[in-house]
């Protein structure tokens, strides 16, 4: 993500933050967009899992996206997960993406995702329902602005290790994507 796309994300942050509300925020260096979760992955996996993942990528040319709405899963009245979208044209490319990395991923082992991935980044998580209704009053106001079109260039495999701070993420692989056609 560029600088400015984490500003604009750590901006909305911030007008969430004073509320009253039991919300883990994810660090702005940790914001990402997430095409496939492996969960535990035995080590002797990896290179594996990069070999699939190179396979697949080659045919993709770099992608130019832009976050478009603030909105909360698995919906608004009970919210649990605080997101930023992805424009409809840089979501179904990611989706085609995704999906022929999925199947790549699937021959070596990895299970398909029982329901469609909808791109998007994760900015909060909500751990209780205290003051839930201030969150959901705040969610409704118009608190987003697009930072503007970004270019996607690489995909990374990034290994995520779970800390008492929150979870640190270590790169193990990135493959760049050909330039836009």
């Given at each position: 993500m560029t600088q400015n796309v984490r500003d604009e994300i750590r901006?909305?942050?911030?007008?969430?933050?004073p509320l009253p509300c039991d919300v883990k925020w994810v660090q702005t260096e940790n914001i990402h967009l997430t095409l496939k979760?492996?969960?535990?992955?035995?080590?002797?996996?990896?290179?594996?899992?990069?070999k699939a993942m190179a396979e697949c990528l080659q045919n993709f040319s770099a992608l130019d996206i832009e976050l478009?709405?603030?909105?909360?899963?698995?919906?608004?009245?009970?919210?649990r997960v605080i997101w930023i979208g992805i424009d409809p044209s840089?979501?179904?490319?990611?989706?085609?993406?995704?999906?022929q990395l999925e199947d790549k991923l699937c021959q070596?082992?990895?299970?398909?995702?029982?329901?469609?991935?909808d791109p998007h980044v994760t900015i909060g998580r909500i751990k209780s329902e205290k003051n839930l209704s201030l969150l959901r009053d705040a969610l409704q106001k118009?608190?987003?602005?697009?930072?503007?079109?970004?270019?996607?260039?690489?995909?990374?495999?990034?290994k995520s290790t779970l800390t008492s701070l929150g979870p640190h993420y270590e790169g193990i692989f990135t493959h760049l994507l050909k330039e836009s056609d």
């Open positions: 901006n909305i942050q911030r007008h969430l933050l979760f492996l969960g535990d992955v035995p080590i002797d996996k990896n290179e594996a899992i990069i478009t709405q603030l909105g909360a899963y698995p919906d608004s009245r009970q919210p840089a979501s179904k490319k990611i989706k085609e993406i995704t999906g070596i082992g990895f299970p398909k995702e029982e329901r469609e991935i118009k608190i987003f602005s697009s930072p503007g079109i970004q270019q996607i260039n690489s995909v990374t495999l990034f």
